[in-house]
Each structure stands twice: as C-alpha cells, then as structure tokens.
C-alpha cells in the first residue's frame, strides 16, 4: 500500500527544472558524506587546528583568517569545478556548503537557515537561486542567534554565493549532481 501511494505522490519532473528535489538529494549517499566531511574539515580548520598551535600563532589575528577563508575557498573551487568527458562544469556544492555553515556559523544557525531554505525551495527556479537564498538566510540567522562571529557569518556567506558568482563570471550554469550519466549524453 505504501510504496504505491509513495509512486502516486512523485510527480514527473520538468527537465528543464533546474530546481532542487529534497526526496532525491536527502537519500543521496554522496551527499550525506559531502556535508559529514565538510562539517568536520571546517571544525578541524576553523576551531581545533589553530587551538593546538602555539600561542604566537593564535595571536597573528588576521593571516589566520586569512589562511583558514583561503582554504576553504579552495575547498569549495574543488567541489564546484567537475571535469567529465573533456567538459569542464560548475556543479552546485549544495550539502558541502551546508557542512561547511554548520562548522562556521555553529549547529543552530546553520539548521535553521537548511531548513528554511528547503521550505522556500519549491519558489527558487534554479540551484544558484538555492544557494544565494541560503547565503542571505546564514546571515540572518547568523547574526540574530549569535553562535559565532560575524566575520565568520560572512564567510559562511561568501562561500555559499561563491559557486554562483563563479557561474556569472564565467557564463555557466550551475548543475545538479545527476546520480549517474549515461553515456551519449552530455
């Protein structure tokens, strides 16, 4: 009984639909591991790996967050830029980025602006629309439930908007992962 309702509730998918499905992406393994890695590189980097440095280190103020925001530029370009059949693509990180929020602006803030903008997604036509929409909602939440820094807040910010800035730089679209490729097509 249940698998049929659950087949009479899917709808057919526009392909032209760059839009989001929440039922496809939660149960996605690749994505679960993206945000789990992300989550844990970006406490590792933001918060443990500067505690256990001397304290002259802790004390450079600025080139430590200038080297932590480079980093994790880098880490967000190699999520972003795919290379597949000689084709270069700009692949939306979406559950990389939300690892990465929930180790910068902390668990609640980073929750709350996932699940708001899960909420507003149905109204968000493609995935760089998903991500600025999710930028915005960081800083909101960022800065009203105050689990961290504000610079922190907008670099959480900045990396969510960066795969879309680099698709209007370089007039590409911002794709969805698909789950496989078959080939012939591209």
């Known amino acids: 009984m249940l698998p049929n309702l659950w087949k009479k509730m899917q709808v057919a998918h526009d392909p032209r639909d760059l839009s989001l499905r929440w039922r496809e992406e939660f149960f996605k393994l690749r994505n679960g591991i993206d945000l789990f890695r992300a989550a844990l590189g970006g406490v590792g980097l933001v918060h443990v790996c ?49 690892g990465l929020s929930f180790s910068l602006i902390g668990w609640m ?56 800035l680099w698709g209007t730089i370089t007039h590409r679209r911002l794709e969805r992962m698909a789950k496989t490729r078959t080939s012939g097509r591209s």
Request: charged share 10%.
């Open 50 to 98: 500067i505690e256990l440095t001397g304290p002259a280190v802790r004390d450079m103020g600025l080139a430590v967050l200038v080297t932590k925001a480079l980093v994790l530029v880098i880490a967000v370009a190699l999520q972003t830029v795919r290379i597949e059949s000689g084709r270069v693509m700009l692949v939306a990180p979406v559950f990389f980025i939300f």
């Open 109 to 164: 803030p980073a929750l709350f602006a996932m699940i708001m903008v899960w909420v507003i997604n149905r109204a968000l036509p493609t995935v760089g629309m998903f991500l600025f929409a999710f930028a915005v909602l960081q800083v909101g939440f960022g800065y009203v439930l105050k689990h961290s820094s504000l610079t922190l807040v907008l670099l959480s910010a900045g990396l969510a908007w960066m795969p879309v």
